[in-house]
Every structure is written in C-alpha cells, then in structure tokens.
C-alpha cells in the first residue's frame, strides 16, 4: 500500500490508496484532501481497519477513507441513533458509523459474507464499539420483508447505508421507505459507479462495471423521480446519493 503521499509512477501519476474511488480529475488534488482534511483526523481505529483492508485483494471494495470521514460527520449532524448497513465488507463505514453513534446507538449490519466482517471485527472490539452492531449473515431483502411484517420497525431508522448488489438497491429503496423515519436519510453509494454512468455504450468497461451500470442508472433516474425524497448526489468516492424522506 503506497503511503499517504506516495504516488505511482505509472498511469499518470493515480494514486495507490485503498478505496480510491475519487471522480476528481487530478490525483494530486484528491491526495491533497485526504492529506490536509482527512488523514489527520482520521481516528487510530479506523486507520488501522484501513490498513487492514488495504491487504485484501478484493480492498476496492472498501469505503473510501474521505467517504467514511463524510458519513460521521453527516450522522452527527443528523443526530442518529438507529441505523442499518446493508453491504459491511471489513466494517469501515461501519466503524465510522459506530463512532458517529451515541453509546446507546445501534447498528443492523447485514452481509453476505461473515469472513470479511471479521477480518474487521477485532478493531471494532477494541475500540469498545462492538456493543453497537447486531451482524446479520446472509441477504438482506429477507430480513428487511420479516421487519415490514412484524410491522413494529416501520419509520424506526434514522440512517440507512447502502453498498451491496447494485441490482437490488431498487429492491432494497421500496423496503427502506417503509422502514426509515420522515425525515431520515438512505445513503445508496456507487450511484456515479466508476464514471461509466456518462460513459458512450461502447466505452471500453470492466465486466463486472458494464454489467452494474444499467441497475445504477436505473436506479438514479428513479431516485430522482421519486417524489417521496429529496435527493443530494455527492461525488464523494464513487458517487453517493442521499434521500431524506418526506412522505
């Protein structure tokens, strides 16, 4: 993993951080921010899950380290207290999420995977945050169908963070609608996914990006047509649309 002002040689110049998921336009300038604004500020815990992470070879998954620095600022404004995860991966939004909560606070955590959330889950303990986390293995859309049919969850979420199968955060938006407060945010990332979403049908695309990119511009021009939220698309990472529901 390059150090925080290292650079690569190579391919202009584009930075080697984990997470890098940046749509700016000059490395140096995103370099500069996570230099001056977020890495010293950064706190140890969430440092050293990223560099845990870093070691992974699936790391660009991972929220990236501005992004989790935007969530924790964005759920103390908010003042939230319940929140939900939908796609955790080694925990680092999540861990910016339980930093961001009261002691009492909580988290739904939902993911496929239980490996990986472990592989961040000692970081968590030590940092005295595990208390706040109730891990689910497995999708999420079960769960989320069971807490709409009990009918005691509806409008009890604060704060929902999405980052999971691209091809079922419309699936995942119908259901959060229902579980979220008015007033409370979902925050879906990847909404700007790679840049692919102004890319030309016959752009040169990864597999796996190509493959997504309908499910994601499907998924804004719905977003924006929905009169039940107010939206804000930000180009922090790889793109992250909030809603605040109104109705």
């Not at 995860?85 to 993911?111: N, Q, R």
Request: charged share 25%.
């Amino acid at each position: 993993m390059a150090s925080n002002t290292e650079t690569q040689n190579g391919e202009q110049g584009r930075h080697q951080e984990v997470g890098h998921k940046s749509l700016l336009q000059s490395d140096a300038l995103y370099q500069y921010i996570l230099d001056t604004s977020v890495y010293p500020r950064e706190p140890e815990a969430m440092k050293e899950l990223r560099e845990i992470t870093a070691k992974h070879p699936w790391n660009l998954m991972t929220t990236s380290a501005d992004e989790g620095q935007f969530l924790n600022m964005l759920l103390k404004l908010i003042n939230a207290k319940n929140t939900m995860e939908i796609g955790v991966y080694t925990g680092y939004s999540l861990l910016a999420t339980a930093l961001a909560l009261p002691d009492d606070g909580k988290i739904l955590a939902m993911d496929i995977n239980r490996e990986n959330y472990e592989l961040g889950l000692p970081v968590i303990q030590k940092a005295g945050l595990a208390h706040k986390i109730d891990f689910r293995e497995g999708p999420a859309l079960p769960v989320l169908d069971q807490m709409i049919e009990d009918g005691k969850y509806h409008g009890t979420f604060d704060f929902v963070f999405v980052d999971a199968d691209k091809d079922n955060y419309l699936n995942y938006h119908k259901r959060l609608l229902e579980l979220v407060k008015v007033g409370g945010v979902i925050g879906y990332d990847n909404t700007l996914w790679n840049g692919s979403v102004v890319a030309p049908p016959d752009a040169p695309l990864r597999k796996y990006v190509r493959y997504y990119r309908d499910f994601v511009l499907e998924l804004n021009k719905a977003l924006a047509a929905d009169p039940r939220v107010e939206i804000c698309q930000l180009p922090v990472g790889d793109g992250i649309t909030l809603c605040r529901r109104i109705k």
